[in-house]
């Protein structure tokens, strides 16, 4: 169990202590952005279940490969709220209340919606360019995933959660996300699975390219950072 205990500190206790100290101080206050995105995500899941709301919330989120780039690109950013209509919402809802929360704590709220609109544009992307590569080619897709909406939150919520552990040094667990991703492409060979898999590719690009900016020393490294806020503080000899 001491072995498991120190496994989980070494793994987590930098997002631990972050996040807790966040909550503890502020409560719902530290997560302004992810409860905003909470909501509206519930509303339009709320919305497109209703016969009047379903063409509203199609014409203004649902992203499919084969709509005009510009068109594609205008609705991407709500395309980031909208849920699947075939999944259950709750489920969802806590990934992002979670994911999203932990992501604004740690990287601030326009950072952590940079990197889920980065990771939702990627698959986005994607699924263009694999239907043109074509079904038997390597990467490709078939021609009838043109027609398929978009993954929505999904693909914001694998890319948020593997640059988060990245970043903090949880190297294990990002792994772990990434090689589930891969088993879903393997399992259940579908457009949502490859887009988080296009999503987690970009990620992966925004990693280097901090890693590289770490290299040349513009900013500590977490490792650093992680171990002296870990490292418990020697207690001083008083003076008599």
């Not at 393997?186 to 970009?202: R, W």
């Not at 690009?205 to 806020?229: F, S």
């Amino acid at each position: 169990m001491n072995r498991l205990a120190r496994w989980a500190r070494t793994e987590w206790g930098l997002l631990y202590v972050t996040v807790r100290e966040a909550v503890a101080k502020r409560s719902l206050r530290a997560l302004p952005m992810t409860v905003g995105v909470v909501c509206l995500t519930g509303l339009l899941q709320y919305v497109q279940n209703q016969p009047w709301g379903y063409p509203i919330v199609q014409n203004a989120g649902a992203v499919r490969a084969e709509d005009p780039l510009w068109m594609a690109l205008l609705r991407t950013p709500l395309s980031l709220y909208v849920p699947a209509l075939d999944l259950p919402v709750w489920g969802a809802l806590a990934q992002i209340l979670f994911v999203f929360g932990v992501a604004e704590i740690c990287l601030g709220w326009w950072r952590a919606l940079a990197i889920a609109y980065v990771a939702t544009l990627a698959g986005t992307l994607y699924a263009r360019t694999g239907i043109g590569f074509g079904a038997h080619a390597p990467f490709g897709l078939p021609w009838t995933d043109a027609q398929v909406v978009d993954t929505g939150p999904s693909a914001a919520v694998v890319g948020l959660a593997v640059f988060v552990s990245w970043r903090y040094g949880a190297y294990l667990t990002a792994g772990a996300v990434t090689l589930a991703m891969v088993a879903e492409v393997l399992l259940k060979e579908n457009l949502a699975g490859k887009e988080h898999l296009a999503a987690l590719m970009a990620v992966g690009m925004l990693c280097l390219a901090v890693a590289v900016r770490h290299r040349y020393g513009q900013e500590p490294h977490d490792r650093l950072t992680r171990t002296r806020r870990l490292r418990p503080t020697p207690a001083r000899p008083k003076v008599p």
